[in-house]
């Protein structure tokens, strides 16, 4: 209290500041309030485009169709089959009788992969311990044909194992394969965290820099700039709805993948809410930068739309391993906040790591943060000029 | 009299261009300081410069007894500014862009809601009070943005090309709001391309290629140049430019 009092002393017109910076807040809700379309966009996209990367774009393998060439029609073939049959992953849609069918099933496109065993299957195993599977599967999408032959590969090993227990048959391969942190491949373990980079980024960046940028299209900048408001608090009141706003979806987005999905936050919520924080800032502070540089609504939707969404989609890891670049967009992933972002909520979400395993994220955002709102403050003084 | 503006050489240069050259003018306390020119002359360039929006590059001038050039913010405080373009915010009610200019210029709490009141009663839009401003014809909402410019008390309020697209009745009206107002001791300094309204000023300033090159009331410029109206006046003055409007 007494801390208070000497405060209001030393600063008598911090008060009426504060009512100033209110009203200003209130207006802002205002805009956004009464433009119903776009608040209902920006509440409903994260619910949108969870349940859209979560059921429709889906990269796990269910029911794919394979065919199978069996000339040998074994007991150890057939018991294979069945096992194949019986797996969710795969439905024997064919047996064929030839090589030559083969090539047609893949020309037609009826079958995702070919199980192809040699001759004398079961009696080639028994004596040379030695036997072929050929697994040939139509690559023009790689990732299904890799993720289709691996299945098949765990399938093949399973029996295996199960055979040498039971039948003391040897054996010639031991696959082993075992994936860490998430067994059952779920695709939402991946794009959780992506969409959560997308949205934060979409809603801070894209709705903060348009705001900015209509204030200048209307005319209104030019009233605000010769009004007594200061630059600064101009700034953090367009911010702060757009702020609470990612808020509100951030608590959605985990909401629906921690229930829908199935995807648990596995390590401690408080860190991935401060580096999210920390991230909802790098981009508030990049709508700033953007809408520093542009005078209308229909520019600043475009940068932010194709200069930070593209990036973010194609250079984040969030659809494409950032590993599998040439070296010169590996560097530029470097650039992206949200490939930070992204990495670091993977780290707490689904490997439960604590704070140490993302300070070098926490590290290189807040550092992005800081430069970039110099950069807006820096720039926005430059255009009053 | 009491001098509201006091302007001496003021001057500002981009690089070696002079948008405003050596400009010196006084506008007392009251009074309607029409100020003119072409597009291109330097108008709007001197005005941002008397609202502390931009700083010059020599002379000086007092707004409301503040100097622009080392105190910007107390000028804001004091000035009322409305702008060329319309500059309500179109998605709010007539109420809350009352509430939020109220609001940024600090005015208090207990006399927002009987100033808001009067307003609506002056300017007849009792009923329109919650209605959204771009369900307002273009009249009432220069004449809406008129008020709010002046809704905080201000010594001065700046007006840029208040009047454009406007129809000549309502013109006629707000020109009547600008008189009422400077009738409660407030100073309008006011630009326009109408030179029809250049009457209605108390002096007129008509700025050639960054320079001042006339100042007197209206009846003594006409006089001066032997023209019929101010139109003739600007004219003159106007053909001898060296820059092209843009």
Same mark, same amino acid.
């Given at each position: 209290m007494r801390y208070f009092t000497a405060?209001?002393?030393m600063h008598p017109e911090k008060p009426i500041e504060m009512k100033q910076f209110i009203s200003f807040v209130r207006k802002e809700f205002h805009h956004i309030f009464r433009d119903r379309t776009t608040m209902a966009i920006l509440l409903i996209l994260p619910v949108l485009m969870l349940l859209l990367f979560g059921y429709a774009i889906n990269t796990e393998v269910k029911n794919s169709k394979i065919a199978v060439y069996d000339p040998s029609n074994d007991t150890y073939t057939r018991a294979i089959i069945e096992k194949m049959q019986a797996s969710e992953y795969f439905s024997v849609v064919k047996m064929l009788k030839n090589e030559q069918e083969m090539s047609e099933q893949f020309k037609s496109g009826e079958v995702k992969m070919?199980?192809?065993f040699s001759e004398n299957f079961h009696e080639n195993l028994l004596h040379s311990g030695d036997a072929q599977i050929a697994l040939i599967a139509d690559a023009t999408d790689p990732n299904s044909a890799k993720s289709v032959v691996n299945y098949a590969t765990a399938i093949i090993a399973g029996y295996q194992m199960e055979s040498q227990q039971l039948q003391q048959i040897p054996f010639q391969i031991d696959t082993q394969i075992k994936l860490l942190y998430n067994p059952q491949m779920k695709g939402a373990y991946n794009f959780v965290p992506g969409v959560m980079g *997308?949205? /934060?980024m979409l809603i801070c960046a894209m709705m903060t820099s348009i705001s900015i940028a209509r204030e200048k299209e209307m005319g209104t900048m030019e009233v605000l700039l010769v009004s007594p408001v200061k630059p600064a608090m101009l700034i953090i009141a367009k911010a702060i709805p757009y702020f609470f706003i990612s808020l509100i979806n951030l608590t959605t987005i985990l909401l629906i993948s921690v229930?829908?999905?199935?995807v648990p936050v596995a390590g401690s919520l408080l860190w991935l809410l401060v580096l999210s924080l920390v991230y909802i800032f790098v981009n508030l502070s990049l709508g700033l930068v953007i809408s520093s540089v542009v005078n209308n609504q229909q520019t600043a939707l475009?940068?932010?739309? *194709?200069? /930070?969404?593209?990036?973010?989609?194609?250079l984040s890891g969030m659809m494409f391993p950032v590993e599998n670049m040439p070296v010169f967009f590996q560097w530029i992933s470097q650039l992206i906040p949200a490939k930070w972002y992204i990495i670091g909520v993977k780290k707490i979400m689904i490997k439960g790591l604590g704070f140490s395993a993302i300070m070098p994220q926490l590290a290189v955002l807040s550092g992005m943060a800081v430069l970039l709102i110099a950069i807006s403050i820096k720039k926005f003084k430059y255009r009053l000029e | 009299m009491e001098k509201v503006i006091v302007v001496e050489n003021l001057t500002k240069a981009f690089g070696r261009f002079k948008a405003v050259d050596q400009i010196s003018f006084e506008v007392e306390k009251g009074e309607i300081f029409g100020f003119l020119g072409a597009n291109g002359a330097g108008k709007t360039t001197a005005m941002r410069m008397l609202c502390g929006l931009s700083i010059p590059t020599s002379g000086k001038a007092l707004v409301a007894g503040y100097d622009i050039r080392t105190q910007p913010e107390m000028i804001k405080k004091n000035i009322g500014y409305m702008s060329q373009k319309f500059a309500l915010y179109e998605d709010l009610t007539v109420a809350e862009n009352i509430r939020f200019y109220a609001g940024i210029y600090q005015v208090p709490e207990k006399e927002i809601a009987p100033r808001t009141q009067k307003?609506?009663?002056?300017?007849?839009l009792e009923h329109e009070k919650d209605s959204l401003v771009k369900s307002l014809p273009l009249g009432w909402k220069q004449k809406l943005a008129f008020s709010v410019a002046v809704f905080h008390h201000p010594g001065i309020v700046f007006l840029d090309e208040p009047t454009g697209g406007v129809d000549p009745v309502t013109r006629r009206q707000f020109w009547e709001m600008i008189y009422e107002a400077t009738d409660s001791g407030i100073t309008v300094f006011v630009t326009t391309h109408y030179m029809d309204e250049a009457e209605y000023c108390d002096r007129v300033s008509i700025m050639v290629d960054g320079k001042i090159a006339a100042l007197d009331t209206p009846a003594n410029l006409?006089?001066?140049?032997?023209?019929?109206?101010m139109d003739e006046v600007f004219y003159r003055l106007a053909r001898n430019a060296s820059r092209k409007a843009d």
């Open positions: 405060w209001r002393v070919v199980i192809a *997308m949205i /934060l229930f829908i999905l199935g475009l940068i932010s739309g *194709m200069v /930070l969404m593209l990036p973010v989609i194609m | 307003l609506l009663e002056r300017l007849g006409k006089k001066e140049f032997d023209a019929n109206n």
